[in-house]
């Protein structure tokens, strides 16, 4: 349990070092249910980085309002924290337009917004 938290504060930390404005769903409401976090960020203009594929079902098929989503590939712990350092080095930009990005070990996909809509 305790490297989990370690963990949770290292991603937390890495994005505040990446001139990030973070709040960790713990320290907000730990019992948020997904669809309540991706309302509650979507309301509070913050993007979700997160290991839990719900949110690609939500954002991407459901078509529920958000302004970004990183989903990072469920990693051991130095493995994620260099994809995570990676895509916000290369793909903040995406994030910051509201792109859903799924990011593994293999590949980085990104699906950008749809105008319009």
């Given at each position: 349990m305790e490297e989990y938290k370690f963990q949770k504060l290292r991603v937390y930390q890495m994005a505040l070092d990446h001139g990030h404005d973070v709040l960790r769903v713990a320290d907000v409401d730990p019992r948020m249910e997904d669809s309540q976090i991706l309302q509650w960020a979507w309301r509070e203009h913050r993007i979700i980085i997160t290991t839990d594929?719900?949110?690609?079902?939500?954002?991407?098929?459901?078509?529920?309002?958000?302004?970004?989503?990183?989903?990072?590939?469920?990693?051991?712990?130095?493995?994620?924290?260099?994809?995570?350092?990676?895509?916000?080095?290369h793909h903040s930009q995406d994030l910051a337009s509201g792109a859903v990005i799924i990011a593994s070990s293999r590949k980085i996909r990104i699906r950008k917004p749809v105008s319009g809509g």
């Open positions: 594929q719900d949110f690609e079902e939500l954002t991407w098929r459901e078509k529920n309002q958000h302004e970004g989503v990183l989903r990072l590939e469920n990693l051991p712990r130095v493995e994620r924290l260099s994809l995570l350092d990676y895509v916000l080095n």
